[in-house]
């Protein structure tokens, strides 16, 4: 069925694929370069990539417009990134740009000026099920590209986003994304992906939240207590990190610490040669979101806790107030407070939450 179809266009080749293959498929195709928040201290490609969108759009012949989301940006994935740094958790700014802005701003405005459904480029697929006497169930799945998939960035996606939403590369490889790029001599076929803080691009965390978060010199202990070192803030640190605060070395061939635990109140960071907790495996979470049914809590999942970590087996136990616990099988290692812990059935994304 031929659809009305708005494709967020970010001046990359994966986006500009999706676009060209669903105007192929014969829908009604407008591209659209979303327009957001950018510190002006660090240097911005946001015209350059507007300009390669607009450029793939008179490609393909067709409509092109510009989103502005500069301040609902700044105030969902800017001021909560800093907030979250601020009260000593580790954000996520992809899942709540994705949430916020792709798949909220965006696709209401798209909806608002009568599209039947949004795309992008995001390397995930999407399946309808239920009998037609029914009403269909969506259900999100990873992408074919295992080292691309970027369904843990989806999570948040509920029923009413699944069916309004396409993922026309989800059944390819980046490979064969660019191969279809060069094949219809797009000018972004060579382009170099887009690393980084989600439409910002690659930043120096640390040198972005100085701007917004004031240096405060603390100690940096070991397991024991032991003071052997000084950072510039808690804030500016999570937990898993590896760099960039002093310690006393022990020796010249001494291994890496990494920040194990922080204490915004004491501002003070515990590290260890050994990127680990003493945990019994479990993990709670707050603002869970599930993209269809509650998981059930006799059936065994896996989950993981940061983007391309290797899924772990875990139970869910789904409980009231948008909460739930996973018991992971294995102790998971350390477990980042206010990152995203994704839930997995096979490759159905069904959902996930923030860890408490």
Same mark, same amino acid.
């Given at each position: 069925?031929?659809?009305?179809?708005?494709?967020?266009?970010?001046?990359?080749?994966?986006?500009?694929? %999706?676009?060209?293959?669903?105007?192929?498929?014969?829908?009604?195709?407008?591209?659209?370069?979303?327009? &957001?928040?950018?510190?002006?201290?660090?240097?911005?490609?946001?015209?350059?990539?507007? @300009?390669?969108?607009?450029?793939?759009?008179?490609?393909?012949?067709?409509?092109?417009?510009?989103?502005?989301?500069?301040?609902? +940006?700044?105030?969902?994935?800017?001021?909560?990134?800093?907030?979250?740094?601020?009260? /000593?958790?580790?954000?996520?700014?992809?899942?709540?740009?994705?949430?916020? *802005? @792709?798949?909220?701003?965006?696709?209401?405005?798209?909806?608002?000026?009568?599209?039947?459904? *949004? %795309?992008?480029?995001?390397?995930?697929?999407?399946?309808?099920? /239920?009998?037609?006497?029914?009403?269909?169930?969506?259900? $999100?799945?990873?992408?074919?590209?295992?080292?691309?998939?970027?369904?843990?960035? $989806? #999570?948040?996606?509920?029923?009413?986003?699944?069916?309004?939403? =396409?993922?026309? *590369?989800?059944?390819?490889?980046?490979?064969?994304?660019?191969?279809?790029?060069?094949?219809?001599? =797009?000018?972004?076929?060579?382009?170099?992906?887009?690393?980084? $803080?989600?439409?910002?691009?690659? =930043?120096?965390?640390?040198?972005?939240?100085?701007?917004?978060?004031?240096? %405060?010199?603390?100690?940096?202990?070991?397991?024991?207590?032991?003071?052997?070192?000084?950072?510039?803030?808690?804030? +500016?640190?999570?937990?898993?990190?590896?760099?960039?605060?002093?310690?006393?070395?022990? !020796?010249?061939?001494?291994?890496?610490?990494?920040?194990?635990?922080?204490?915004?109140?004491?501002?003070?960071?515990? &590290?260890?040669?050994?990127?680990?907790?003493?945990?019994?495996?479990?993990?709670?979470?707050?603002?869970? !979101?599930?993209? !269809?049914?509650?998981?059930?809590?006799?059936?065994?999942?896996?989950?993981?806790?940061? #983007?391309?970590?290797?899924?772990?087996?875990?139970?869910?136990?789904?409980?009231?107030?948008?909460?739930?616990?996973?018991?992971?099988?294995?102790?998971?290692?350390?477990?980042? !407070?206010?990152?995203?812990?994704?839930?997995?059935? /096979?490759?159905?994304?069904? /959902?996930?939450?923030?860890?408490?």
């Amino acid at each position: 069925m031929r659809k009305k179809v708005f494709v967020g266009m970010s001046g990359g080749v994966d986006s500009s694929v %999706a676009a060209l293959l669903l105007h192929g498929e014969g829908h009604d195709v407008t591209g659209v370069f979303i327009k &957001v928040w950018q510190p002006d201290f660090i240097p911005c490609t946001a015209e350059d990539d507007r @300009k390669d969108a607009m450029r793939v759009a008179a490609r393909l012949g067709i409509p092109f417009q510009t989103f502005n989301f500069e301040k609902e +940006y700044k105030t969902a994935v800017i001021d909560y990134l800093i907030a979250e740094y601020k009260a /000593g958790r580790t954000p996520n700014p992809d899942v709540m740009c994705n949430r916020e *802005i @792709k798949f909220g701003a965006f696709l209401r405005e798209a909806k608002r000026q009568g599209a039947d459904a *949004i %795309a992008t480029g995001h390397y995930a697929r999407i399946h309808e099920s /239920g009998p037609r006497s029914q009403e269909s169930q969506f259900h $999100l799945l990873a992408g074919i590209d295992k080292n691309k998939d970027q369904s843990y960035f $989806l #999570y948040t996606l509920g029923q009413d986003e699944l069916a309004h939403t =396409l993922f026309p *590369i989800g059944e390819y490889t980046k490979l064969q994304v660019r191969a279809i790029a060069e094949k219809a001599g =797009l000018p972004t076929a060579q382009k170099k992906d887009s690393q980084g $803080l989600c439409f910002i691009g690659k =930043l120096d965390m640390k040198e972005f939240l100085a701007r917004f978060l004031p240096r %405060a010199e603390g100690a940096v202990q070991d397991r024991n207590g032991k003071i052997i070192g000084t950072h510039d803030g808690a804030h +500016y640190y999570t937990v898993g990190q590896r760099h960039g605060f002093a310690v006393r070395a022990e !020796s010249a061939s001494q291994s890496p610490y990494y920040v194990v635990a922080k204490d915004s109140a004491t501002n003070t960071l515990t &590290v260890s040669h050994t990127p680990s907790q003493k945990t019994d495996g479990a993990v709670t979470l707050q603002s869970v !979101s599930w993209t !269809s049914a509650i998981p059930q809590s006799n059936r065994k999942y896996t989950a993981r806790m940061r #983007y391309r970590q290797p899924l772990m087996p875990c139970f869910v136990h789904a409980g009231k107030a948008n909460n739930a616990r996973v018991q992971f099988l294995k102790s998971p290692g350390l477990i980042p !407070s206010g990152q995203a812990l994704v839930v997995y059935d /096979g490759t159905e994304c069904i /959902g996930g939450g923030t860890i408490r």
